[in-house]
């Protein structure tokens, strides 16, 4: 409670970074101070310092320090940043960034016993624990230490202690929340403790008020919403345990926002270093994005820096280079990005070093190398180290004058990368790297067991035994035509390697392989050579099969093009053969095959199947599936003394082996699918004449296999227990993944089973067999569903196989230039599949999702958003429906269904609307002067359940954007058939800008004017969503045709909004110029005046000067920036 005296309450701010605020913000304690002053407190704020944390000035690129430096001593006062604009307050604190409560236990003594604070208002911890100084209890033993110590300098000092909050998960930080939770806890029961009648301490939960997912910028420090949250949790244990102030500090609904200008000018320069790049500080902003690149061509490389310059090194001679900077304030929260500006390189630093040389041992690893050729005067050299072995790991570094080192700290087993800069007073050059090592290992054993796979006849795969602590391999080859000697053909950390491109045959070169670990290498592997007959044997026979029927195949003179076969029945057969006027040459294109049983149930099948799943367990990329966590429920088919009949098993998490039978539900009623009523006669046994004849030859396969479990979905899943299938539905990905084998046509198993009419087929990661025998086609997975059972599934999980399939992820539209996957745009592929299908239930349509969503949300860290990702939004929200099946009997259904998902989400279309995306592979991010809807979006949205990747209840989108007013058509039948209209699928719309003034003639015929889908010069398409076809009510006639002469009297109309999300730049056009694509959200308000999505609009233009009269003759209409919520 407050002292009886008159003189001010003095309150002291003890805390790190969180408290001591940066340039620009308005602190929490500023919050707390306004608080205090409305509550009519008589108070002051004491402590050392006044201001936020003096901000980073700009400067070039240091050396690192040699180990004998001295520490630079601190050039300027850590508390020179100022506050947010127009804040005035008595600021004092002792709240620095970096503080742990482990440093100030020691400090605090002297600060209380200077100030005489009759308030310790403390909020420390997180640096303990966050940089691994202290774990939750010393933690905890350091707060009870500066407890006692401040009590030592003034024993009747009031505490308010805060907990810490909850930051939201990095990298590298796993076990940080579990030590926060547990050091919270252990504060909230040891604050009674520490408190006395004297001395009284309480306890300031900041952990429950403080939400750094919203509250903060960068998922710890606060932003403007963060300080209020905390000024509030100080409030309240000051009014409600303190008697401090009548009523919490409340939080008002306009947080304003941080000015984030786009920084003005940028200036490039070559430097003897690189390139220098400034601009313009901007006052308060939390760091700087820039971008750079060194090719019109090339896509952006995006890296952030805290201070108003870029400092670029290693460039290379006569490079020039370009660059764009943008202001950043957190996420969610950056400006436009600046011109671009350029510079030409001419470094004139130093090469790194000749011949490094890395020799580790059980004990050290010796480092040493020679001097940079020419005449150079060295400053130091540094030794760049990355611990390969952990993945993200920062790279270490330190500086030598010497050419030698030891290093004795690594830790055993580790496979380590090593590179050496040369630094001069020019600054530090270009690294040289040495070989990779593992420290803790010697000179590794020479490989054994090569083999060569021949790909095609210039294409080899070397395989190889691994080699005991090899850090790598070199791979070494020989012309045996030119009689040279070996030569190194490349690197690789791994036991494999393929080589291309060796003409005129591979039989005429010669491989080896040998190991090294750092600079010690083993002797090279026995060599091989492959023999010409057997690759091209292997060309003609890939394949096929050694027990197929004889039937003889050749070609005859007797008629031409005819086929002549000798069937096993005895008989002769001819197929004649004909080409289509026109195309190329058919049988260029013929392969031999074998022959096939005819029967998928016949033993000559199984005997194949088996055979391919051993080949395939062998497989790198397939492995056994032997041994895996079981789902929850499978059927189990070792009835004993019963060959028909199954029965249902809980099996409660065990290990073992199952097969997965991927079935189409179609129109077909599922006798024996298992439901609430019927699940305890479903454990006990399942008729086998209730089984479909699907389910009855799976069975089969499965015993035969001899395997005991088979999962299928309508059996192992309650069908009408919508908790138990949202949960089953969240695991489908693990399920496909773990079985040992899937029959039909599910992609995500490590292999499948393909029972089509007459015959096997078989696919796994390493590639595709059939019983003919015959050569993978390269879009087999599209031919094969017209097969005999091929039937796209009705069932829930369909097309969850495509996160993984292999063939689906080689397409390089989903590759980066880096050969890996990106997520984003796999996930694309895989809404384009499935929203495809038809469902039952069309509230399926993101459980059925869930399970991989959450694996992709594994991957990306991201938030998940009704079918659509918070860091991918922009993109997201480019997709379009293309395609309903079979509307015309659909539409009815279609137009009853209920509420899915919000309506920007592709999942609000329900099943059976496919959906797709633009292509963004290689495009270029275009900025214009009006920003798009992501930069302003603020997104809600509810799941219905407990799942967070399953169904959602509600959700909206809201922004602060311009919006263009325009005008949806439904023309009459007057209109001429030949015209171009949005889309076909649901009849035709016309789109136009309302501005545009037309003349019609009563037939309804334009006669002067664009064509309304053109807006100009620039080409468009318009994507309408079912979502118009659900709104006859808003359609409105032209009543007054008088007044609005250039509307049809017999069309309806319905007005629409433009809401822009982004420009991508398409790749050239033609010679000379490069494309845009700009796209913009349609949207309508429905019965309720409700704003929803009605479709997406891409206006594309020839290059950028047309794309720029698009925007002046067109979006310069758009209303003035409001806010807007989609829902």
């Given at each position: 409670m407050i002292p009886e005296s008159t003189r001010p309450v003095r309150t002291m701010v003890v805390g790190d970074s969180m408290s001591q605020g940066r340039e620009g913000d308005f602190a929490w304690r500023y919050r707390l101070w306004q608080w205090l002053t409305e509550e009519k407190i008589n108070f002051e704020f004491v402590g050392p310092y006044e201001g936020t944390k003096t901000p980073d000035q700009p400067r070039p690129p240091q050396p690192p320090a040699l180990k004998d430096d001295p520490l630079p001593a601190p050039d300027m006062?850590?508390?020179?940043?100022?506050?947010?604009?127009?804040?005035?307050?008595?600021?004092?604190?002792?709240?620095?960034?970096?503080?742990?409560?482990?440093?100030?236990?020691?400090?605090?003594?002297?600060?209380?016993?200077?100030?005489?604070?009759?308030?310790?208002?403390?909020?420390?911890?997180?640096n303990d624990m966050g940089w691994g100084v202290a774990d939750a209890e010393n933690t905890l033993g350091a707060m009870k230490k500066l407890v006692d110590n401040a009590r030592t300098a003034k024993s009747d000092i009031n505490f308010a202690l805060a907990d810490v909050p909850m930051r939201t998960p990095i990298d590298g930080a796993e076990k940080l929340p579990a030590m926060v939770e547990e050091y919270n806890q252990l504060l909230?029961?040891?604050?009674?403790?520490?408190?006395?009648?004297?001395?009284?301490?309480?306890?300031?939960?900041?952990w429950r008020g403080y939400h750094c997912s919203q509250g903060s910028y960068d998922g710890l420090h606060p932003n403007a919403l963060g300080e209020f949250q905390i000024a509030r949790a100080f409030s309240r244990t000051l009014s409600r345990k303190f008697r401090i102030g009548t009523q919490d500090l409340i939080i008002p609904q306009e947080i304003p926002q941080r000015p984030t200008p786009v920084p003005a000018n940028v200036v490039a320069e070559a430097v003897p270093y690189g390139i220098y790049v400034k601009w313009n500080p901007v006052y308060g902003a939390i760091g700087y994005d820039v971008r750079i690149r060194n090719n019109d061509n090339l896509p952006w490389k995006e890296s952030r820096t805290d201070v108003a310059q870029c400092n670029s090194t290693w460039t290379q001679e006569g490079q020039e280079y370009q660059y764009q900077v943008r202001t950043f304030n957190g996420e969610g929260l950056r400006s436009a990005w600046s011109h671009t500006v350029s510079a030409t390189a001419h470094p004139k630093t130093a090469p790194g070093p000749r011949?490094?040389?890395?020799?580790?041992?059980?004990?050290?690893?010796?480092?040493?190398?020679?001097?940079?050729?020419?005449?150079?005067?060295?400053?130091r050299y540094e030794i760049i180290l990355v611990d390969l072995s952990l993945p993200g790991s920062f790279p270490t570094a330190m500086a030598l004058r010497e050419t030698a080192t030891t290093f004795t700290d690594l830790s055993a087993g580790h496979r380590y990368g090593l590179a050496i800069s040369t630094w001069t007073n020019y600054g530090g050059g270009v690294p040289a790297g040495g070989r990779s090592f593992i420290a803790g290992n010697g000179k590794p054993l020479t490989p054994t067991q090569l083999q060569v796979e021949v790909q095609n006849p210039i294409t080899v795969h070397l395989k190889w035994e691994e080699s005991k602590g090899a850090a790598g391999y070199r791979v070494w080859v020989r012309n045996l035509v030119e009689g040279s000697d070996f030569v190194e053909d490349g690197e690789t950390e791994f036991a494999e390697y393929g080589i291309a491109f060796l003409m005129p045959g591979a039989w005429n070169f010669e491989f080896c392989v040998s190991a090294y670990n750092g600079s010690l290498e083993s002797e090279r592997s026995g060599s091989i050579i492959p023999l010409r007959g057997d690759i091209e044997s292997r060309a003609l026979t890939k394949n096929f099969g050694p027990t197929a029927p004889s039937t003889t195949f050749r070609w005859t003179g007797k008629f031409s093009g005819t086929l002549e076969m000798d069937a096993p029945d005895g008989k002769v057969y001819y197929v004649r053969l004909f080409n289509v006027a026109g195309s190329s040459n058919v049988f260029r294109r013929l392969q031999s095959t074998n022959g096939v049983a005819g029967d998928t149930s016949s033993d000559l099948s199984l005997q194949r199947i088996r055979t391919w799943i051993n080949d395939c367990e062998l497989h790198n990329k397939c492995g056994t599936g032997k041994d895996m966590k079981l789902p929850t429920r499978l059927v189990d088919v070792t009835q004993p003394g019963?060959?028909?009949?199954?029965?249902?098993?809980?099996?409660?998490?065990?290990i073992g082996t199952y097969m997965c039978l991927s079935h189409c539900w179609g129109k077909i009623k599922i006798k024996c699918k298992t439901e609430t009523d019927n699940l305890k006669r479903q454990l006990e046994s399942i008729p086998w004449s209730l089984l479909p004849p699907s389910f009855q030859q799976a069975v089969e396969i499965t015993r035969k296999l001899g395997v005991r479990y088979l999962w299928i979905d309508s059996l192992c899943i309650i069908q009408d227990d919508k908790i138990d299938w949202?949960?089953?539905?969240?695991?489908?990905?693990?399920?496909?993944?773990?079985?040992?084998?899937?029959?039909?046509?599910?992609?995500?198993?490590?292999?499948?089973?393909?029972?089509?009419?007459?015959?096997?087929?078989?696919?796994?990661?390493?590639?595709?067999?059939?019983?003919?025998?015959?050569?993978?086609?390269?879009?087999?997975?599209?031919?094969?569903?017209?097969?005999?059972?091929?039937?796209?599934?009705?069932?829930?999980?369909?097309?969850?196989?495509?996160?993984?399939?292999?063939?689906?992820?080689?397409?390089?539209?989903?590759?980066?230039?880096?050969?890996?996957?990106?997520?984003?745009e796999r996930w694309h592929r895989v809404i384009g599949e499935y929203t495809c299908l038809n469902l039952t239930f069309t509230g399926d349509m993101l459980p059925a999702l869930s399970g991989l969503a959450h694996e992709t949300a594994e991957v990306t860290n991201d938030t998940y958003l009704a079918g659509m990702w918070k860091n991918n939004l922009e993109q997201d929200l480019m997709w379009r429906v293309v395609t309903v099946a079979d509307w015309k009997k659909q539409r009815a259904k279609i137009l009853k269904r209920g509420w899915i998902a919000p309506t920007w989400s592709w999942a609000s279309t329900g099943s059976g609307c496919k959906v797709d995306y633009p292509t963004f592979q290689n495009a270029e991010l275009l900025d214009y002067k009006t920003p798009g809807i992501m930069e302003t979006a603020q997104i809600s949205c509810s799941p219905s359940g407990a799942d967070l990747y399953g169904s959602v209840s509600f959700g909206f989108l809201t922004a602060v954007i311009k919006r263009l007013s325009i005008m949806i058509q439904r023309p009459c039948s007057h209109w001429d058939r030949k015209r171009r209209w949005t889309n076909w699928i649901y009849g035709r719309y016309l789109l136009y800008a309302?501005?545009?003034?037309?003349?019609?003639?009563?037939?309804?015929?334009?006669?002067?004017?664009?064509?309304?889908?053109?807006?100009?010069?620039?080409?468009?398409?318009?994507?309408v969503d079912p979502s118009v076809e659900r709104m006859n009510s808003c359609f409105i006639r032209n009543s007054r045709p008088e007044e609005f002469p250039e509307l049809c009297r017999h069309c309806t109309f319905l007005p629409a909004e433009l809401i822009y999300i982004k420009g991508y730049g398409l790749g050239s056009r033609n010679a000379r110029t490069k494309g845009t694509r700009d796209s913009f959200?349609?949207?309508?308000?429905?019965?309720?005046?409700?704003?929803?999505?009605?479709?997406?609009?891409?206006?594309?233009?020839?290059?950028?000067?047309?794309?720029?009269?698009?925007?002046?003759?067109?979006?310069?209409?758009?209303?003035?920036?409001?806010?807007?919520?989609?829902?």
């Open positions: 006062p850590i508390d020179h940043g100022g506050y947010a604009a127009g804040v005035q307050f008595n600021s004092h604190h002792f709240s620095v960034w970096g503080r742990q409560a482990t440093q100030c236990k020691d400090l605090i003594e002297e600060q209380v016993a200077r100030f005489r604070p009759d308030y310790l208002l403390v909020m420390l911890g997180f909230r029961t040891s604050v009674p403790k520490w408190s006395s009648s004297e001395s009284p301490v309480e306890l300031v939960e900041v011949k490094i040389i890395t020799k580790p041992d059980l004990y050290q690893v010796l480092v040493k190398w020679e001097e940079p050729q020419g005449q150079i005067e060295v400053d019963d060959r028909l009949g199954v029965h249902l098993v809980v099996t409660s998490g065990q949202e949960k089953e539905a969240a695991q489908m990905v693990n399920v496909y993944r773990n079985s040992y084998a899937t029959i039909a046509e599910r992609l995500l198993s490590r292999r499948i089973i393909h029972c089509n009419y007459g015959e096997m087929a078989f696919d796994c990661a390493n590639g595709y067999s059939c019983e003919c025998g015959g050569e993978q086609h390269q879009n087999w997975h599209n031919l094969i569903r017209f097969s005999g059972t091929y039937i796209p599934l009705r069932s829930r999980s369909k097309y969850l196989a495509l996160l993984n399939n292999p063939i689906t992820t080689s397409i390089t539209a989903i590759a980066t230039k880096n050969g890996k996957i990106d997520p984003y309302r501005e545009d003034k037309r003349e019609f003639r009563e037939e309804c015929a334009p006669v002067t004017g664009e064509a309304p889908l053109e807006f100009g010069t620039a080409e468009s398409e318009v994507w959200l349609i949207v309508v308000k429905d019965a309720t005046s409700s704003y929803i999505r009605a479709g997406l609009l891409e206006v594309i233009c020839d290059d950028w000067a047309e794309r720029q009269i698009w925007y002046r003759n067109v979006w310069a209409a758009a209303k003035p920036e409001t806010s807007i919520t989609i829902y």
